[in-house]
């Protein structure tokens, strides 16, 4: 399984099984994290983090405070796609993969601008 990327008619895949997305609040400016996981039924949502509350980033119900990140593990049904929006208040998602980060323009080589981005597993392309 890979992770496919689409954005203003373009794609992108990235040969991974498991990534980070990161995002920055735009009225609390704290970041947010969650860790997915890709396998032959889709996109699984493993853990969220955030660093503070508020404006509506509470964390879940269940979250514990470890290392100065509430951290919880939430329970969704297993999406077949991710859109991100971007409004262009807080700057660019982040796609972290094995401890590096990129901005989504980064990882899509062009700025994505306000548009939307689609993400869902794929089955990886022929070599």
């Known amino acids: 399984m890979a992770l496919c990327l689409a954005s203003a008619g373009a794609a992108k895949v990235l040969q991974v ?3 980070m997305l990161v995002w920055t609040h735009s009225v ?3 970041d947010w994290q969650e860790d ?3 396998d ?5 949502l ?3 983090r955030v660093k503070g509350s508020g404006a509506g980033m509470e964390p879940a119900p269940d979250a514990r ?3 100065g990140w509430w951290r919880w593990a939430p ?3 297993t999406p077949p796609e991710v859109v991100l929006g971007n409004s262009g208040a807080a700057g660019e998602w982040r796609i972290c993969v ?4 990129h901005p989504l323009s980064g990882v899509m080589g062009y700025p994505v601008g306000l548009g939307t981005t689609t993400l869902r597993a794929c089955a990886d392309p022929p070599s």
């Open 36 to 38: 997915w996981r890709i």
């Open 98 to 101: 094995e401890g590096a980060c």
């Open 28 to 30: 609390e400016k704290v």
């Open 46 to 48: 493993v853990e969220a």
């Open 65 to 67: 405070l470890v290392d």
């Open 40 to 44: 032959g039924q889709g996109l699984h």
């Open 75 to 77: 329970q969704v049904k």
């Open 17 to 19: 099984t498991a990534f």
